[in-house]
């Protein structure tokens, strides 16, 4: 299994989350001007960091003004991302807990009785979509 977090840092989610927030493909440039807390030779370092890990890939290149840039996009989304995350810590501890304590533990969470409800139901849909493979 991949490993998405591995080695990543903090200015690596914040260049990710400019691309996530993004509707479109971006250079590097691009980026610096939505997030102009770092400069461009960070965001150049970071995206190279993300091309190398696969988690950001080019989607073309083209012209930014007279320009020939890269424009990147993350090859996941927000919420893949942090599923594949999970699953890679899940498989660090699963020698000392189950399945059934990583539920307990998400579900224990400060959420609302209604959004704790809505999960367990659309749990409930996996597991039998799951059974059914089986």
């Known amino acids: ?7 990543l ?3 690596d989610f914040e260049v990710l989350s400019v691309l996530w927030d993004s509707k479109e493909a971006l250079s590097y440039g691009m980026m610096v001007e939505r997030y102009p807390k770092m400069n461009a030779n960070t965001v150049q370092a970071e995206l190279r960091k993300l091309l190398n890990k696969k988690l950001v890939e ?14 990147y996009r993350p090859t996941m989304t927000p919420d893949a ?8 810590e899940y498989e660090k501890c699963a020698i000392h807990a189950s399945g059934a304590d990583f539920m307990r533990a998400f579900l224990d969470g400060k959420k609302s009785k209604k959004a704790k409800k809505t999960e367990i139901e659309e749990l409930e849909k996996l597991i039998e979509e799951y059974k059914k493979e089986l």
Do not use: N, W
């Open 1 to 7: 299994m991949e490993k998405p977090f591995d080695d």
């Open 81 to 88: 991302f942090a599923a594949k995350g999970f699953a890679q």
């Open 9 to 11: 840092t903090r200015k």
């Open 58 to 71: 080019i989607d073309h290149v083209g012209y930014s003004g007279r320009v020939l840039c890269r424009y």
